[in-house]
């Protein structure tokens, strides 16, 4: 073609494309004037906070020029702005000391979901039906606050409930006073993998009603219990920081891990003893250890302190709990028993840990209590004091308290449903929901979903639909995270004190609005005494308020003004306590000691746990276990998330069963077959993955897939191991016993009947019909 | 000063967490293929974590290995590429000339590592998930093979940074996607032609070890194998 000619018809077919928009609203997006001066290609790193879990990583967000479609009052348009292209750890957090998990990578996909609620909607069908119609944000305030209005008028303040997942922070600060002002009851804090259990057993052995801090790296000797610390448990990274440290950071000094656990986790994969206990018995496998070092007098018997006077028997020697008797409790040889008390205690540095499933039995406290009086014992620490630590209070919001005495977890959510189901006078008529999905998460004995069918109104703060918000009446969508002021005060994972704060990383993308402005909002068009008690127009203000007197304790940053502060807290994202000043690790037995609520406690005989289900119907335990993508299932919409190989499987996009292979021999299961798991509550279905780290008793499965109504990437996949769940709960805390159900197998068909697909293989069975393109 | 870029991964320090996995998606706007075409073996993972197993319950054990493109010096994938588009950088570096890339897929036959992949689909990113593309790398279309690069974005930006300081490029000025968000440090990236740079000092462990050494291709990644607990109650 000629050159010439080639121009002309570039130039008419340009000109054609320009007209073929014209007339065509959704083609002729506008352009808003850039809020930000920023130069194309150049990266700037923005603070901010990871929030995919509640380790309270810092991060940093690389933010580069670009162009996204935008809602500014209410138009939609073009806008060249600044946007998150990657999440980095942030290197002065000391938790994370900028490293970052593969879900923390993920939290770009929150921000650019295409699921996301792009403006407040009102319900317009039947609850569930998924018809809403837009509603502009003063409408839907309007009508939220004349909802509130009603309650005042009708002195019915007490029916205002508030469902969320247990926060950190001003969130939560400011949650708990806009309830208490307005006269409703606490928050229900529901998510089904909460620790309150620890928390209660630490407060009672250590004093500190929090999660621990392990010093890894300088461990010689790891002993854990259940807990998945390397994947999903407490703080996972600042956990692999120090893994790393013990196996190949000191010459010459590499630590031994033991894991014991009926299921091995990602964990479990990297010790070098593995030891599958009997469910629920772990408690009594550590008293066995304790019992061979108090008698051969490998430590000193005081060297427990208040831990180990809470259990019964400690100060005779725990005569009952010889390595044989405790053999025939949990299945683990003697003389295993007593060579791990002897390594643990000649290795110089041992700590024993406990975490996951053992906590979520009928008994879980008492096998917390008695792993920490091992703990105690064998932690004595070799060169700067012991293992275990925790995290220094900063002297500032939630951190660091002892368990709520509001019902939280899985009581509170019962009370809520029961005052649902009950039509008490007190029943909630206004409920908020925000980040939590008991629908899904609950077990079905809550009858959380017929509860919530009672309630006339509820109101949802979240940024996507899901189970439990496709209940709401009005959903007023949160901004993403990255988009949002956003804190944390670090609980464990440092023995600094740590609080997180960060400005939005970038600009909001919809027209959502932070749910802690819509609440100070309320709260100032209710007026009165709420309007009194939350006198910021913005989080931001009440965030500058609560961190700001954080100058008077020093540490990391020392600005000579609170202005000064409060920008550099801004800018670095981060405030952490000088190290060494508040040495929590080092007073810990002594408060222990002198706490009043441990000092009324009488010593723990041992528990043994109680299952749903006899052993003759339901011969297998069942153990749901957090996933390392999903957590409890809310991160299931994110796609790399989805597409990661389960590291154990190399599954993606599906769920599994995982089996004995001696099991699936006896019951004629191949790999790969769908097999069905019923227990007395229900059934679910998926592919058998036939596993030699599982116990031959033991059935596991993934928690996270089995979504019905979660967006594109997650409904319609998998199935959910909660819905199967009894609503048994632990004995004194009443949390969610999620470990104590127990099923039946059945096998239902061939594998082109499941549809497992794993990275290494494929999907069995797949058809390889003729493609077209 | 010349460069030789070189990875190395601490077996005994890699806890599986697969942090790596998905920093390098993030970083190297690698699409997510969906389940039905996952099913079909076409994931892309341009570092994975293979795992095997060895014993049976009640002693069974789980090695974790993390693999991606080796960065052969030897490189079978380069000498097969009818139009040059795997060819040998002079900093070590497997490169994939996407223009060039006709994909015949000869380059993922050779390998034997398994790490080349092949788009057999254009990639889609369901709007705005368009935004978090990475906009120093190219998006590959239909018919292009593609692999790990070391982040050559990464270095590329390191060198004109290093330029526009009037200073050489020196180990720790960056690293790659994986290494940087790898917790327990498993994965140590640098410059073997710089004797001081943590590669050259680990690369030189005792433990080191090549994968699929004895085919010679000669990898510039090594492995370092797990160790073993030694009592010290025994001795």
């Not at chain 1, 004037?33 to 990583?57: M, R």
């Not at chain 1, 299952?611 to 297998?620: E, M, R």
């Not at chain 2, 498993?186 to 433990?207: C, K, Y």
Request: net charge negative.
């Amino acid at each position: 073609m000629e050159r010439r000619n080639f121009i002309k018809i570039s130039a008419l077919t340009g000109m054609l494309a320009t007209l073929d928009a014209c007339g065509r609203p959704d083609q002729e997006l506008i352009r808003f004037v850039p809020e930000e001066d920023l130069i194309p290609g150049i990266a700037t790193w923005k603070p901010s906070v990871c929030t995919l879990c509640s380790a309270g990583c810092g991060l940093l967000v690389r933010v580069m020029e670009g162009d996204a479609e935008v809602v500014r009052h209410g138009q939609r348009g073009l806008m060249q702005m600044g946007l998150a292209k990657k999440l980095e750890g942030n290197p002065r957090s000391p938790i994370n000391q900028g490293k970052l998990c593969a879900r923390g990578h993920a939290g770009l996909q929150v921000l650019y979901n295409p699921d996301r609620i792009t403006h407040p909607i009102r319900r317009t069908g039947a609850r569930g039906s998924g018809e809403y119609q837009a509603i502009g944000w003063d409408d839907a305030l309007k009508e939220l606050s004349t909802h509130l209005t009603a309650l005042q008028s009708a002195k019915a303040t007490n029916s205002l409930s508030f469902l969320t997942r247990p926060l950190s922070g001003q969130r939560r600060e400011l949650i708990e006073r806009f309830l208490k002002v307005f006269g409703a009851p606490p928050a229900v804090w529901y998510e089904p993998f909460d620790e309150a259990v620890l928390r209660q057993a630490n407060f009672l052995s250590f004093g500190h009603g929090a999660l621990p801090t392990f010093d890894l790296g300088r461990a010689d000797y790891v002993l854990s219990f259940g807990a998945d610390f390397l994947g999903t448990w407490n703080s996972p990274v600042a956990q692999s920081v120090g893994y790393g440290e013990m196996r190949q950071g000191r010459s010459g000094r590499r630590a031994k891990f033991v894991q014991v656990e009926a299921r091995m986790s990602q964990t479990g994969a990297n010790c070098d003893e593995w030891i599958a206990c009997r469910p629920g018995t772990e408690g009594l496998l550590a008293l066995g250890i304790a019992h061979v070092i108090l008698s051969n007098k490998l430590a000193p018997q005081g060297a427990a302190f208040r831990a180990g006077s809470l259990i019964a028997g400690w100060s005779a020697g725990l005569p009952e709990s010889t390595p044989e008797a405790v053999e025939n409790q949990t299945g683990v040889n003697a003389a295993v028993i007593t060579r791990i008390a002897h390594e643990i205690t000649k290795s110089g540095s041992g700590t024993a840990i406990i975490g996951g499933a053992p906590l979520a039995h009928t008994n879980g406290l008492f096998n917390a209590l008695a792993v920490n009086a091992l703990e105690a014992l064998v932690d004595r620490g070799r060169d700067q004091g012991p293992i275990l630590g925790f995290t220094p209070d900063p002297a500032i919001g939630d951190a660091g308290q002892p368990a709520v005495s509001a019902p939280t977890g899985l009581a509170g959510l019962n009370s809520l449903a029961q005052s649902a189901l009950g039509g008490q006078p007190n029943a909630p008529q206004v409920l908020f929901l925000y980040e939590a999905n008991p629908i899904f998460s609950a077990p079905p004995g809550t009858k959380i979903r017929e509860a919530l069918a009672r309630i006339p109104y509820i109101v949802s703060f979240g940024n996507f639909i899901d189970e439990t918000s496709a209940q709401a009446d009005l959903i007023l969508p949160d901004h993403a995270p990255l988009e949002s002021w956003l804190d944390s005060i670090g609980e464990s994972g440092s023995l600094q004190s740590v609080v997180n704060l960060a400005p939005p990383a970038v600009a909001p993308l919809h027209d959502t609005r932070a749910m802690p402005d819509v609440l100070l909002g309320l709260a100032s068009q209710l007026g009165g005494d709420v309007a009194k008690a939350l006198p910021w127009t913005t989080f931001d203000a009440l965030l500058r308020a609560a961190y700001v007197p954080l100058r008077a304790r020093g540490g990391s940053i020392d600005p000579k003004t609170d202005d000064d502060f409060w920008t550099a807290l801004q800018a670095q994202g981060i405030w952490s306590s000088t190290p060494g000043t508040a040495s929590a690790a080092g007073s810990r037995s002594a408060a222990g000691a002198s706490s009043p609520a441990a000092a009324r406690r009488a010593p723990t005989a041992p528990a043994a746990p109680e299952f749903a289900g006899n052993a003759d119907d339901f011969p297998f335990h069942f153990l749901p276990y957090v996933s390392q993508s999903f957590g409890d299932g809310s991160l299931a919409n994110l796609p790399w998330l989805q597409e990661l190989p389960d590291v154990l499987t190399t599954a993606m996009w599906s769920s599994w069963v995982e089996i004995n292979p001696s099991t699936g021999a006896r019951l004629g299961i191949q790999p790969g077959d769908l097999v069905e798991i019923g227990s007395q509550q229900g059934r679910v279905r998926a592919a058998a993955v036939l596993s030699p780290g599982i116990a031959p008793d033991v059935v596991a499965m993934p928690v996270g897939q089995g979504h019905d109504n979660f967006g594109r990437f997650a409904s319609g996949r998998g199935a959910n191991p909660l819905s199967i769940l009894a609503t048994l709960a632990e004995r004194e805390t009443g949390s969610l016993a999620w470990a104590a159900t127990r099923v039946k197998i059945v096998r239902i068909g061939a594998p082109e009947q499941a549809t497992l697909t794993l990275f290494s293989e494929g999907r069995s069975g797949f058809p390889h019909e003729e493609e077209s393109r | 000063m010349s460069h030789k870029w070189a990875m190395v991964v601490d077996l005994d320090r890699c806890t599986g967490c697969e942090a790596c996995v998905v920093a390098c998606h993030a970083e190297n706007n690698i699409p997510t293929v969906g389940e039905d075409q996952a099913a079909r073996g076409r994931a892309m993972h341009w570092i994975r974590v293979e795992r095997s197993w060895e014993g049976d319950f009640p002693n069974p054990q789980i090695r974790f290995q993390p693999v991606l493109c080796q960065q052969c010096d030897d490189a079978p994938c380069e000498p097969v590429c009818p139009t040059y588009a795997s060819y040998h950088t002079s900093e070590g570096l497997n490169g994939q000339v996407y223009n060039r890339c006709i994909g015949t897929r000869f380059c993922a036959n050779a390998c034997p590592y398994n790490v080349r992949f092949f788009n057999f689909y254009n990639p889609t990113w369901d709007l705005p998930l368009n935004l978090q593309l990475n906009p120093d790398v190219s998006v590959r279309s239909v018919g292009i093979m593609e692999k790990c690069t070391f982040c050559v974005q990464r270095i590329k930006s390191a060198e004109i940074q290093a330029e526009a300081e009037h200073r050489e490029m020196k180990d720790g000025d960056f690293t790659t996607a994986c290494a940087q968000s790898c917790a327990s440090k498993a994965l140590v990236f640098g410059d073997l032609d710089d004797p001081d740079s943590e590669v050259s000092r680990l690369q030189s462990s005792n433990r080191a070890t090549k994968l699929l050494g004895e085919l010679g291709t000669k990898p510039n990644v090594s492995y370092l194998e797990r160790g073993t607990w030694q009592d010290a109650t025994s001795g």
